[in-house]
């Protein structure tokens, strides 16, 4: 079998590695791809989000499958695109994929459907939305943009003034673009975060091993809000317990709710899930696997990759029994000083061997901004490479990860110290 990967980052690095391991995939197709893409399968420079040139380059790579992995395209209905042209797909349609693309249309589902999340409102109008803040003058006050804003249109206001900033910035000087044009401003939740893959066939539900993922900068969640820092999984704090009930309250019912809406949600469905004192609650949907949350979680995947993308796109997913191994996983990121703000790139990045690996292959090096040049791995974006590790525990992979981490450089090169540490703690 042969299959396209859409996409370009860790994430697609860590897919392209699972793919590779199936004993049924012959060739691996990845577009754009990345320089540690490029060592495990053939790339070709298209973007994710010009539509046209990903069906033409299907038309001529006809591949067996499209895997479409990150959100744009698949909000902007890629999928539907390459169903048309006679390709199959992993990947939810548009009408499906909008459960991620607006944050108003997810929060209109749960509440229509009874899904535990923090109670909203939406706003057009920035003078209403600012009245409704003061109105409720409950903080930390949750303001979110509507549509997609590479994880970074969500600002938790401590005081009415930083409220204001923030309905300001998205509404007004329209930092987001389009995607801010309406607002969700909605309660805080306090509690602990796990975030939950599961495969869908549209049907069945059949959740991965959960996960945890550190979104701020810098140690001890401080500074600004990333894609990504680190991850790990399984996470210690999602305990089978509340894992029933999230399966129970919030997996069947969006699965459910989403056919019964004429949206069958087909490919994998990222919860975003905070524990609460009163139960496990939704904080966000996402139509695609996490970065770097799939760097942590496919390694894990005893079953067949490829198996499962046939069950999801033949709607069989019923009928399949997944395998997880058993280990747990840690992924520590290595990012460009300065990120998520302004940094530099074109940094030459030393410890890695031809294929852009560790030599000794104590870990796995996820790369997600990288680029290859006269044969060295140089950095090309924020996120550099989620340096990742398996063990019979989290806190063995955790020491693997950070080892590895220690073994690779390149100037300004910033990592958080601390990833898996809280969960290592409250696990006693
Ligand atoms: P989102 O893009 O909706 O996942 O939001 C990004 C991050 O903001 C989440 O991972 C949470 O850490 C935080 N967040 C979002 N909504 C809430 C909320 N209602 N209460 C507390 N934290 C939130
Ligand atoms: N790691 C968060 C996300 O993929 O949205």
Known sequence: MNILIVGGGGREHAIAAALKRSPKVEKLFCAPGNAGISRIAECFPVKATDLDGIVELSK??????????????LVLGLVDRLNEAGFKTFGPRANA??????????????K????????????????????????????????????LALGKGVII?????????????????????????????????????????????????????????????????????????????????YTNEIAEECMKNIFVPTVNAMRTEDRPFKGCLYFGLMLTKEGAKVVEYNCRFGDPETQ???PLLETDLVDIIEAVYEEKLDGLDIKWSGNSCACVVMASGGYPEKYETGKEISGLNEDGQLSDGSAFVYHAGTKLENGKFL??????????????????????????????????AHSRTDIGRRALSQNK
């Open 97 to 110: 994929a909008i459960l991620e693309g607006s944050k108003a249309f997810s929060k209109a589902l749960m």
């Open 296 to 298: 942590v979680v496919l």
């Open 379 to 412: 950095t090309s974006g924020g996120r550099v490479l989620g340096v990742t590790a398996t063990g019979g525990d989290l806190s063995s992979a955790l020491d693997s990860a950070y080892k590895a981490v220690g073994e690779i450089s390149f100037d300004k």
């Open 157 to 237: 206001a401590q005081d009415l003034a930083e409220a204001e900033d923030a309905v300001k910035s998205m509404m007004i000087d329209q930092k987001f673009g389009k995607s801010g044009a309406e607002v969700v401003i909605e309660e805080f939740m306090d509690g602990t975060e796990v975030t939950v893959l599961a495969f869908t066939d549209g049907k069945t539900v059949k959740p991965m091993v959960s996960s945890m993922d550190h979104k701020r900068a810098f140690d001890n969640d401080e500074g600004l809000n990333t894609g990504g820092m680190g991850t790990i999984a399984p996470n210690p704090l």
């Open 112 to 147: 229509k459907y009874g899904i535990p999340t923090a109670a909203y409102e939406t706003f057009t109008d920035a003078a209403k939305a600012i009245e409704y803040i003061k109105e409720k003058n409950s903080y930390p006050a949750v303001i979110k943009c509507d549509g």
């Open 60 to 73: 001529k790579l006809k591949p067996d499958y499209v895997f479409v992995a990150p959100d744009d395209p």
